[in-house]
Nanobody, 130 residues
């Protein structure tokens, strides 16, 4: 059974930073692509960022490009989302997701679809205040 556990959420001021972590257990982490999605109240879940299984490729939503950075550490079975320049509209529950059989060639469009990911974490709340 694959489990994903997020941490690092909390309250931050606008312009501040937070770093989210996602620990994956139960399967070889290195073969999986990892992504972050978020869902604000009364809104659909939306793609934030993804990183390929090799770490060579990263993909971002336009709304976070230049402010957020996704990374991974296979030795720790962990993925990360560094969030800088936080804005009020970044307030949401953030979910980590794993695609355990990613294609060899992929795109932002591919990773932007929640249906691609078989496993999800429970979510961590990020609240940005003015």
């Amino acid at each position: 059974q694959v489990q994903l556990v997020e941490s690092g959420g909390g309250l931050a001021q606008a312009g501040g930073s937070l770093r989210l972590s996602c620990v994956v257990s139960g399967r070889t982490f290195s073969g999986s692509a990892i992504a972050w999605f978020r869902q604000a109240p009364e809104k659909e879940r939306e793609f934030v960022a993804a990183i390929s299984r090799t770490g060579d490729f990263t993909y971002y939503a336009d709304s976070v490009k230049g402010r957020f950075a996704i990374s991974r550490d296979d030795a720790k079975n962990s993925g990360y989302l560094q969030m800088n320049g936080l804005m009020l509209e970044d307030t949401a529950v953030y979910y980590c997701a794993a695609d355990t059989n990613p294609p060899s060639v992929s795109s932002r469009y591919y990773y932007s679809r929640p249906s691609v990911f078989e496993y999800w974490g429970q979510g961590t709340q990020v609240t940005v205040s003015s």
